[in-house]
Each structure stands twice: as structure tokens, then as C-alpha cells.
């Protein structure tokens, strides 16, 4: 073989085990997948349709632009304007086939100098995109000890143990795992510290809409992005509930964009016109106001009802108030791997917390008993059944 062995991202291990203990595939009927990351793709109670086809002529048949079609840069770069009152243009973005590839460019031309800030409780596949990439990297404390909840001094002090050294924080917020969510204050502070010479950062915002007190994004608090090494990615993966279009973005200085370019002239050759054309229409303001509100409302009601309900099956919870995860600890020191085991009789699965411990440790690490429960993909209705099973699971 003239390749090099890598494994697949964290999650699929969990899927893949579930393969074999039930012959099913996640998500496939029947089953509970609560290892995974999608949100519903029906319509939300109070929420707009999500159209069931996509029109196009022959001339959207030619390769797209590069860095993503002019309709639909320019209708992020509004989107952000209108609801968090930037200043930037289309220039400001490049369109890629999904979030995660809009990081990995970023990391991938990230220069090698520059030092990588991460906490230690992160959305599974940074780790992967670390070590494939070689990247060295700092971790900002993030484990039961501060309740999952680092504060900007953490990184400050990071970044002074550093030196003069240049550091480029990846930060998701809300929070996959654990739903922690920087707002306010906090987030204007992080973009402060993200603004100083030598710094920089990646806010990822996959989960921008889904935060108890309404979206939230840095775009807010970034006086000029052109002037910094800031890199706001987003996504029509969840908030917009199309994960199948493979549709995410970049917003950076135009001098980055242009590197973004390039890269998908050499490597990616843009993304597929269809959802490209999809996806603008998702983003006219007022479907995209109605679909905030709906996102919120509906996922707020059932990180509450999940929360009473795995709280009561003796889960000790640490979630936030973002996201469509629980995060929490199992009782009597069931660990993560062993509950599964229990789950998949059910045709049942959580996230293990080890995968998302961005140092590995396994069960020797503080995320042994910790489990992320997905109520992204799950129906309101299934709510009893599900806590029924979860209870079973913790008591046998
Ligand atoms: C924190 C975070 N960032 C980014 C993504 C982007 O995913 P995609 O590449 O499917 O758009 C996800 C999806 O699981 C996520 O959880």
C-alpha cells in the first residue's frame, strides 16, 4: 500500500462498533443515534420549509468560482451584516464544501511558526486535523476541574508562556461537546485577545443559532477583519439544517481569502453549483430570521426537557446553554465505552467523552465516565422512550 495509514475521525469508531454489535448503520431507521452531529432536516415547529428542489440552467453546470459563487458570498456577507451589524463584503469569504474543510484549509496554511491554542474538551476531528498536520499545539484547561469552562485569562496565560511567540486559538462556540457558550463580555474578549499583535484565532460558529438566548457570533464584536487573523467559519450544515448540501465558509481578511482561493484552484475546484444556488436562497433575510427563531425555540425546549430528564437517570450534567449536546459524567464510575455496550441493545449510541479529549488519554484521562448525548437528530416525541432506555442502560 503506498498510502499511509490514518484512521477515520472519532465518531465513526463509535459508528463502526455500532455496525457490529447491531448490523445496522447509524441513523438508519430504528436506530438512536445519539453519537451523532445532525440536526433535524424537517421542517421545525414555527420554522420555514426547507425547499425540496433546486433550479438551475445550463450555464450552472460550469465550474463554479473558485472561492464560492458571487450570489452566495455576497448573501453571507449581508447575513452577517444584518444580524451583527459587520462591515464586511463578499471579498470577506470563501465558500467551502462544509465546515470542516474551511478549517483544515486554515490550519493547513497556517504558518509553521504559529502556535496553536486549543482547549482540552474540543469537537473531535481538531485533533485528527492536528496530528495530520503536525501542528503543535498548547491546551487551555478545560476538564471537570473548571467545569469545562476556560475564561479568556487561560489563554492569556497561555499565550504569555509562549513568549513572543504567534498563537492562533480554534475555538468552537457554542461548545461541541459540552454546549458552553461565550457571549457577551466574554466574547468581545476573545476577539480582543484574538486582535493583538501576533495573535489569531478560529471561532468556529457550527452551531451558531443554537444558544438559549438567540445566535451568537463573533462578527459582533470584529471592528475590521481585514486587519487581523481572525477566521469566523460557519455553516448551512446545522443551523440551516442541510448538512447533504456540504455547504460551510470562511470570513477573513480579504488577503486570507485570496489564499483560500488559490487552494480551491489547485486542490478542490469549488463547490457544486447546485447547493451553492440552495443555499443562497436559505439565506434570504427573512427565512433566515424565521429559521433562527425556530432553531432556537425548538432546541431550547429540548436541551431543557434533557436535561431534567438525564439528570433524573443520576447523569451529574456540565452542559452549557448552546449547542444540541448534553455533556455529563455517568453514575458509579461507568465509563463511556462500557454504557455503550449496554446502548446497543437498544440500537442505541452515545459520543465516549475520551474522543473528545484532544490529549487521548482514554479511560486514564478525566473524560473516562463523561458522555456526549446528541438530541440534534432526535424527534420531540421520542423523549420518554429515550430517557427510558437511557435509564435502563445506567441500571443494568
Ligand atoms: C464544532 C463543529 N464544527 C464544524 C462542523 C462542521 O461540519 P460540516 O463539515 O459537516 O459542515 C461540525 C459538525 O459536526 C462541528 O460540530
Redesign the pocket.
Known sequence: MFLQKFPPMGVYETLFKFQDATGKYMGDPGTRPWAQ??PLTTQLPGGPELPSRVDFEPADLKYPAASGTDPLRAAIAAYYNHFYGSNITADNVAVF???????FATLMFLRPDVRVLIEETE?TPYYDKLKLLGRAHTLIPSNPENQFRPGVADYEAAARARGEDAVLAIK?NP??PTGVTWTGDALRAMVEFASGANRGAIF?E??EFFHAAGPVSAMRYIKNIDETNIFV?G????GLQV?GM???WVVAAREHIEIFRNFSSIAMGGVARPSQIYVTKLLETARVTQARKAVVEFYNRQREAYREGLEQCGIELCTGDGGFYHWGRLPRGLTADEFNERLFRDQAAILPGPLCDMRRRGDKGPHANFIRFSFGPVKAESLRENLEIIRRAIGS
Not at 455553516?235 to 446545522?238: D, E, F, P, Q, R
Open positions: 452531529g445532525f464544501a462544509g465546515g470542516r474543510p474551511g478549517i469537537y468552537s461548545c461541541n468556529d457550527a452551531y467559519i455553516a448551512a450544515t446545522k448538512p456540504r455547504t460551510g
